[in-house]
């Protein structure tokens, strides 16, 4: 199946893979190793590094956790570090939590 992708999100996508690439080299190791201790296919790993967006989202993870990027991944998408993230969730958070309790019938 061919998805239709924005331009950016191709320039995305190979900026991201070349971004892989380049971490898995400055910490002088190889492709077969990374994808051995992440788990994944040196097919997978390929993919990843071609920016193709075709991985699996747990094995993009799994790569970028043994480079030691995840949580810097997960940090980046964090809308709680973001002005407006702050903004909308002080707006939709209740000033107190109850707990619901069941209604019990008077016999």
């Known amino acids: ?10 320039r995305d ?7 892989v690439a380049r ?4 910490q002088g190791v190889t492709a077969e ?7 994944v296919t040196r097919a997978t790993l ?3 590094e071609r920016g193709e967006g075709t991985a699996r989202l747990d094995n993009v993870m799994a790569v970028l956790r043994v480079l030691g990027q995840s949580d810097a991944v997960v940090q980046a998408t964090d809308p709680m ?6 903004l909308h969730a002080d707006e939709s958070l209740p000033q107190r939590v109850r707990v619901r309790r ?3 019938e008077i016999q």
């Open 46 to 48: 390929r993919s990843v």
């Open 1 to 10: 199946m061919s998805k239709l992708r924005s331009v950016r999100t191709e």
């Open 23 to 26: 971490m898995r080299k400055i």
């Open 102 to 104: 069941p209604h019990q």
């Open 81 to 86: 570090t973001t002005d407006l993230g702050r």
């Open 13 to 19: 996508l190979r900026a991201f893979g070349a971004n």
């Open 33 to 39: 190793l990374l994808s051995e201790r992440a788990g």
